[in-house]
């Protein structure tokens, strides 16, 4: 693990009034010393922090963040805070989840404030779980911050509604990889039957077996579905296709996705406020 020293987005030391005024106003808890907070970023534009993330970053003392977390949040962080890289990628080396565990812990029993910095939500699909786990076990005093998940913020930023009335009375989040790396052993039968909308993570590589699990279950192939990538990102792509044609969909778009089917996914027609006005995610 790497520690990498950013720049901070105040040199000349950060005016802590405005988040002095929003700790009082929202009477924020304190973040102690020895304490380790688990927070989520969100998944992509840095404005989707809450405010316990904003303040988070601006008074710990080390934060381990990883790679989906956005740059810019971290030119937040104090002078002399301590930033260290503990991503995981697919397909990438990556950090031990024993390593950035035992860290976790050390840097909580020497006293100080150590932030755990996530993409979207800590406790989805995050493994936020398997660390706060560590952390009570060890008798580390921790709070979680949650996030807001690509599978709902990714698809705000598409214009597609996670529930609707007309559409959806129900949604499913699934993940599309297995702790072996491979498709998960899941009940395609009853996930085809159980709810109307179906939002996957990380299935990308296995779009295809997917869909095509799906229509043996009964869905049809000319179902709408969407892939939405880099969400809520300045590079942001989302196809509109069918489930039939998901796996290819999804083959031409960068890895970073999230794949959507359901009726929900046609109210993008509608919806679609970035699109219509352009230069809304982060205007110059
Ligand atoms: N804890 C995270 C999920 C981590 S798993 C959350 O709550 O969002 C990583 C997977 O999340 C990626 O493979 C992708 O499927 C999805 N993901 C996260 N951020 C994304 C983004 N900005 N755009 C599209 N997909 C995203």
């Avoid at 740059?71 to 950035?100: H, N």
């Avoid at 109307?196 to 779009?207: G, I, N, P, Q, W």
Wanted: hydrophobic residues 45%; charged residues 20%; positive net charge.
């Amino acid at each position: 693990m790497a520690t990498r020293l950013w720049p901070i987005a105040f040199p000349n030391g950060y005016n802590e009034t405005m988040d002095r005024n929003i700790i009082t106003a929202l009477n924020l808890a304190p973040f102690e010393k020895g304490w380790v907070w688990l927070v989520g970023a969100g998944p992509g534009d840095p404005g989707l922090i809450t405010a316990l993330g904003l303040m988070a970053i601006a008074q710990a003392d080390f934060i381990l963040y990883d790679a989906l977390v956005d740059e810019r949040l971290l030119g937040l962080a104090r002078k002399g805070a301590g930033l260290i890289f503990a991503g995981k990628r697919a397909g990438v080396t990556s950090c031990r989840q024993s390593d950035i565990s035992s860290l976790l812990i050390d840097l909580a029993r020497k006293g100080s404030r150590v932030l755990r910095l996530k993409g979207g939500d800590p406790f989805v699909f995050g493994r936020g779980g398997e660390e706060a786990g560590v952390l009570a076990k060890a008798r580390v005093p921790f709070r979680i911050v949650p996030g807001i998940t690509a599978g709902i913020g990714g698809l705000a930023y598409a214009g597609i509604p996670v529930t609707h009335r007309d559409t959806n009375h129900a949604v499913t989040f699934i993940t599309g990889h297995g702790a072996d790396g491979k498709l998960p052993k899941l009940n395609w039968q009853a996930i085809g039957k159980g709810s109307e909308t179906l939002v996957f993570y990380m299935a990308r590589k296995f779009a295809g077996e997917i869909a095509a699990a799906l229509i043996s279950a009964g869905r049809k192939p000319d179902e709408p579905a969407a892939v939405i990538a880099n969400a809520a990102r300045q590079d942001q792509s989302v196809t509109v296709t069918t489930l039939g044609g998901l796996g290819e969909a999804a083959a031409a778009l960068p890895a970073l996705s999230i794949l959507v089917v359901g009726e929900n996914v046609r109210l993008r027609e509608q919806l679609d406020w970035l699109g219509k006005m352009a230069g809304a995610l982060n205007p110059a």
